[in-house]
């Protein structure tokens, strides 16, 4: 925190291709003071709440991956980071995580009126997978006859299940949130949470007092409804409540096998 005021910016990290938490559109510029490229979700807007509570500029950097933005923090070449990547024991052990910012559930998007309510239902249907390798169910781990296509990006999901390639994609909730309100026209969300877990910011490893501070300004701007604000803003839809694990309570639910 100290080097970040001296320096008079926070180096913030975000995903740059996972909406709703932090991406990168490309686009070209209307004018000569118009940048092609815009970095959204709702890494971004947390961001600059910590920026501003530390008084001083944010400065946000897209990174490709969970891993490099974590050697990124080690490194002191980031300050704060959002990793797409939900807690579990291993990752708090072997970094230091915030309180989560966002809990989510896996759960399946699908065509209304596809008659599909439950995974038992996906038997002999394809269903597109977006899931993190510890904390999601595949889905034919639930119903073996399920055909399974694994994505790397929620675009990719995105993009089967548009042109009917897919008949169900199968995400955390805040991702099929986001798909459903930006451009899934009919689809709806169906069935029980498979899985919970959880999101939180990270800081360099052993940073313990930074990331109390980032947490005690994530716990105000839930307080004061700024979280929610942007939760909508950024997702599409109200969140159903504020966070309420401790990253530790998040991590328990994947312990270390």
Known sequence: MGAAQEAGRLRIGVPAAS???????????????DPADRIGGMATDLGRIVAEALRVRAELVPVSGDEEMLDLLDARALDLGFPEAPLTEARLRAYSFTNPYVVVHQRLLVRAGSGISEPSDLAGRTTCSYLDP???????????????VAADSLAECADLFR??????????????????????????????????SAYGAAVATGATSFATI????????????????IYTTWVGVEPGGPPELTAEEAAALYPMR
């Open 214 to 229: 980032v947490e005690d300004v994530l716990a105000d701007a839930i307080a004061e409804g700024d979280w929610a604000d």
């Open 134 to 148: 510890v904390t999601g169910v595949p889905p034919d781990a639930l119903e073996p006859a399920a055909e399974v």
């Open 163 to 196: 042109r009917g390639r897919v008949d169900a994609v199968t995400a955390d909730d805040v991702f099929l949130d986001y798909l459903a309100a930006t451009g899934a026209p009919g689809a709806e969300i169906v069935g029980d949470g498979l899985t919970t």
């Open 19 to 33: 909406p709703p938490i932090g991406f990168v559109a490309r686009r070209p510029p209307t004018g000569p003071a």
